[in-house]
């Protein structure tokens, strides 16, 4: 992976030296920052109510509510609402919740098209599927192929007919759905262990999924048995 720009990896105080945030990391950090922004919160309290929030559940900020859905001791599922109404779910580690505390706000590169032109022109990142998520756009991953649907015909806006199918891939940590079209469908069987190379991650009637673009490329690096 390349190293990200001297001014976004260099936006923490006083950590030593070679402790980086991961692109993952900068982009939680890039998205929390502009919700203060958007609901008019002060920055620093509000990052700072996630750990608070993983500490005792739930915390605040002015009017928005932040809830610790989901905590382990690696991190938490987080539900950011206003008035009852959602405006933000994202999960963090627990390093990523300490390092909120560091950020220093006036280095933090939080532009928004400039910060989205630099982690976008990265290359992909390698993760498991569990810490897939949408605000790293491309991925490398592996997994084995534990669903498949029939193919069904589609159209798109144009009327021009698709065959497309529904898999769904499985590593140690979780599972994905991956859409397949037309020639895709046969590349891949239940039991196979697939390699997926600059996936685009998305989402699909609200949940995730990692699909093979122009860009992309599928590979099948163990037959089932």
């Known amino acids: 992976m390349k190293p990200l720009p001297r001014e976004i990896s260099h936006c923490g105080r006083g950590r030593p030296h070679g402790q980086r945030q991961s692109i993952a990391e900068l982009a939680d950090c890039w998205y929390l920052i502009w919700i203060s922004e958007k609901y008019g919160l002060e920055p620093r309290k509000f990052l ?3 750990l608070d929030a993983w500490i005792d559940e739930k915390s605040s900020c002015n009017n928005v509510s932040i809830q610790c859905r989901q905590k382990t001791e690696n991190g938490g599922a987080f539900l950011v609402t206003q008035d009852q109404k959602v405006i933000a779910q994202l999960r963090l580690s627990k390093v990523a919740l300490k390092r909120l505390l560091d950020i220093d706000l006036t280095r933090f590169p939080w532009n928004e098209s400039t ?10 990142v390698n993760t ?4 897939v998520n949408t605000r790293v756009k491309r991925i490398n ?3 084995r192929v534990v669903e498949k649907s029939l193919a069904k015909r589609v159209y798109s806006g144009f009327g021009v007919p698709h065959s497309l199918s529904t898999a769904t891939i499985s590593d140690s940590t979780g599972s994905i759905k991956l859409p397949l079209w037309n020639a895709q469908i ?5 039991g196979d262990k697939v390699q997926i190379e600059n996936g685009r991650v998305g989402m699909f009637r609200g949940e ?5 673009g122009k860009k992309s490329k599928l590979t099948v690096i163990e037959n089932r048995s």
């Open 186 to 190: 046969d590349m891949i069987s239940v």
């Open 115 to 124: 910060l989205i032109e630099r982690i976008g022109n990265l290359e992909a």
């Open 48 to 50: 700072a109510s996630f």
């Open 141 to 143: 991953l592996k997994g």
């Open 128 to 131: 498991r599927i569990k810490d």
């Open 208 to 212: 995730l999924q990692v699909s093979i």
